[in-house]
Each structure stands twice: as C-alpha cells, then as structure tokens.
C-alpha cells in the first residue's frame, strides 16, 4: 500500500456554480498529484459526499444554497474528521475569514487568485500546514494585533514599543517603505524591527505569523 504522504491528494470540490468547477478541473487537468475525486453543489451534498469519499482536501465554497461553506465547515469536523478544509471565495471579508477559521478551515483563498496559488494552498493544507491568500492573511493580522492590543500592554509579546507599531503596519498589509514612511523611520529601521519581531516570537515569515496568530486563538469576532 502507498504511503499516504506520497499518494495523490484526493480533493473535494465544492461549487455552486458548474463553471467554477469546470475551470478547476481545467486548472487541475496537469497536476499529477492532485486527484479530484468527487463534486458537490452545495453543502449538504458536500457533508453526504465526504462522508463516503473521505477527501483529503476540501475546497469548499462559502455562499452556496441549502447548507451553506460556513455551516457545511462546521459538521464537516466531524462528518470527515480528517479532511482538511480550504475555503475558496470571491469574499474578502473579514467575518468569512475570521469565522471558516474558527471552524477548523486551514486555509482561504480567492476565485480570482491565480491557478498556481489555488495548488499551492491544496499542496499546503494537505501537509499539515495553513495557506491564506496574503489580503486574508491581512484581516488574520489584524485580528491578531486587535487581541494583543485589548490587553493594553504591547510588552506582553516581549515586543518595544516602535516594534509593536511595526507589526501592527504589518497587519495592515503595508510595506516597509509604507512603514517607514507612516513611523518617519528609515526602510532600514523598519526591516530591522521586522526582523527583531520575528525573532522574538519565534516565527520567520508573515505566513508564519499569521499561523501563531490561529494557534494562539488570537483570531475571534468579538
């Protein structure tokens, strides 16, 4: 018997609308390691689906008639316990975001993200790990810096004050010029502080941190 981790992933597809999933499967045709082994046009049919095909990745839609992704998500944990669910949307909405992600949804991307982004985040989820498209990376952030920021005490992360005003840039999707233009730092400063951020809370990259932020259950709607 093959070894799981180097079998083909088998994906879910979850659509309302029969030309997205068309132009998934076109986007899809090429991959060798990616299987789509079943559709589904709503959530109902997705929960009923996975159940009997046991996907490994679910690419699920969040507005969808009868069920909804958002409620198919949440008995999907338990319908198919080791599916690994990735939201696919045309919402940058922070509500989506925040709450798929609550559900136990490891990654988000956008209908108009490009086909190798949409690989990359399947290829991700798969191996344990999380993938959201950099402007749902930013609500993620956001969030992050908002639930550190209520304990009124930006030391809590170990973090000075300027680095603490970094990160929260960095939440807003700015740049390092943007940074150093809104601090009236220099670029350099700036990538200094980033780079003392990272290291302090252990994390290498903006995806990473945007990991911790889920891990920590710093990511909520009130």
Request: aromatic fraction near 4%.
């Amino acid at each position: 018997m093959k070894d799981r981790a180097h079998s083909k992933i088998r994906l879910l597809l979850v659509d309302d609308h029969p030309v997205v999933r068309e132009g998934i499967k076109f986007s899809l045709a090429k991959k060798r390691n990616i299987d789509i082994v079943g559709e589904a046009s709503d959530g109902k049919q997705a929960i009923r689906k996975a159940k009997k095909l046991s996907p490994d990745v679910i690419l699920l839609d969040i507005n969808m008639p009868r069920v909804s992704g958002l409620e198919a998500a949440r008995r999907l944990r338990s319908a198919s316990p080791k599916s690994k669910i990735l939201a696919f949307t045309m919402h940058d909405s922070k509500e989506y975001v925040l709450r798929i992600s609550r559900l136990g949804a490891k990654g988000y991307v956008f209908k108009d993200d490009s086909p190798a982004d949409v690989v990359r985040a399947i290829e991700a989820v798969h191996k344990g790990g999380v993938y959201f498209s950099p402007r749902a990376s930013k609500h993620i952030l956001k969030e992050y810096v908002r639930a550190t920021m209520n304990t009124e005490d930006s030391t809590i992360l170990g973090l000075s004050q300027q680095e603490y005003e970094v990160l929260r840039c960095i939440a807003s999707g700015l740049s390092s010029k943007e940074i150093a233009a809104q601090l009236k730092v220099s670029a350099r400063t700036v990538d200094t502080h980033r780079e003392h951020i990272m290291e302090k809370l252990d994390i290498r990259t903006v995806a990473g941190l945007t990991r911790y932020a889920i891990r920590e259950g710093l990511v909520t709607l009130e």
